[in-house]
């Protein structure tokens, strides 16, 4: 025991040395537009709440209603005993909100994806020798990363594109155009979380077809969030119902607490219940989080002007955090990163935001490249106008005494 804590001990203090040392702050409060931190009431930048659906009343009458009509909690995972109808009905609900046509639920999307790249080319499916390949977007969430490592060496090469760079994705694939591949599997994120650009998914989806590879996309950060009406990035990109496999997580803008799913092609989610070991050997979602994440579904169906509001306050944020002369990346997604160059600067940054009242992180290095620390700011619909008033306040305040703005 003593040799391990001396390697951890030894560990931690070289990652606080260098910067990439995660404290953690916590809340006293729900996750909301403001929340209570050291007592004090400060403005809510860093969280995935997009939409406000983590502490909203409709949604929290719908968990306890849950809880009340179905129980905390289910004791089983799916095929054995867990599977109630409201799971049932959560899956068709999100089918349908996404243009698929079937949907498997799963306790996380990192779960999912684990499931998904396993499940698929560690099968040999009546093949005796195979080999498959996955194409993956070098910016990648590490759930992506972690799926396709679970995918055996033997019968899978996986590859990796420039980041966003359908040219040097179809590089590759006219490469190993003579290659006899079983399957072909190109892997994105829909919404890339360090930089909330998009993916391309408009050329993905000629490029998929084209070489007959299915595109698997991974729109966590995007739905409730992109598109007219928020049904994620293929909405946003013209391509919606055209996607072969999307995975996503109900822990962000669908209400935040957990769960994730696969969805797509039937016979796709009904090869997953027989296969995918994060479904079959892992409890089923409790009640509610199922009603929790259905009645926020419901939300953004019947009322448009949520979406809306978040795309507005987005705008706002944007044009005024320019004004004030910091350099950011520009796009159209809540995720906004204000480039700082050093990881001293944005920690310092930080700390001084949140002694002014706006809770927001920062990120460096190994999480970003070297020299491109930045702050991230996350934008919400829960947010009223005064409340990023209040922020820009202090952005510029901060800004100024530290001599970063343009
Ligand atoms: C947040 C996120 C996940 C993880 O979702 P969980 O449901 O919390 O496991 C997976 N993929 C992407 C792209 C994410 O942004």
């Given at each position: 025991m003593s040799r391990i804590l001396d390697l951890v001990s030894a560990e931690l203090r070289h990652l606080e040395d260098s910067h990439t040392y995660k404290y953690e702050v916590s809340l006293q409060s729900a996750q909301d537009s403001l929340v209570r931190v050291n007592g004090k009431k400060v403005v809510m930048l860093a969280s995935n709440n997009y939409v406000g659906l983590s502490n909203h009343p409709v949604v929290r009458k719908a968990a306890i209603a849950g809880i009340k009509k179905y129980g905390y909690g289910v004791a089983s995972v799916r095929f054995i005993c867990g599977t109630q109808d409201i799971h049932l009905a959560l899956e068709k609900k999100i089918s349908k909100f996404l243009g698929t046509e079937d949907t498997i639920l799963f306790s996380s999307c990192w779960a999912a994806n684990e499931a998904f790249f396993a499940s698929l080319t560690n099968e040999k499916m009546g093949c005796e020798t195979y080999k498959d390949v996955i194409y993956s977007d070098r910016f990648n969430h590490a759930s992506i990363i972690d799926g396709q490592r679970l995918c055996k060496t033997e019968t899978t090469d996986r590859k990796i594109y420039k980041h966003a760079d359908v040219d040097d994705l179809v590089r590759q694939l006219e490469e190993d155009k003579a290659v006899d591949y079983r399957l072909r599997i190109i892997a994105t994120d829909?919404?890339?979380?360090?930089?909330?650009d998009l993916a391309p998914l408009d050329r993905l989806v000629e490029i998929a077809k084209h070489y007959d590879a299915i595109l698997f996309v991974d729109d966590s950060h995007a739905v409730g969030v992109c598109g007219k009406a928020g049904r994620g990035t293929p909405e946003a990109k013209g391509v919606h119902g055209k996607i072969d496999v999307l995975t996503g997580t109900l822990g962000k803008a669908i209400g935040g607490a957990a769960g994730g799913y696969i969805s797509g092609k039937k016979e796709v989610i009904a090869f997953m219940r027989q296969k995918a070991r994060t479904y079959i050997f892992s409890n089923s979602l409790p009640p509610s989080i199922v009603f929790g994440a259905s009645a926020a579904f419901d939300l953004l169906t019947k009322d448009k002007t949520i979406v809306k509001r978040l795309q507005r306050n987005t705008a706002y944020f944007r044009k005024k955090i320019v004004e004030l002369g910091f350099t950011i990346v520009e796009g159209e997604h809540p995720i906004v990163p204000i480039m700082l160059g050093e990881a001293s600067v944005a920690q310092e940054m930080s700390s001084a935001l949140l002694k002014e009242g706006v809770y927001i992180r920062g990120l460096w290095y190994p999480v970003v490249p070297?020299?491109?620390a930045r702050l991230r700011a996350q934008v919400s619909a829960a947010l009223r106008r005064k409340d990023i008033d209040r922020a820009l306040k202090a952005f510029r305040k901060v800004g100024k005494k530290m001599n970063v703005l343009k």
């Open positions: 829909g919404v890339f979380s360090m930089e909330g070297k020299g491109e």
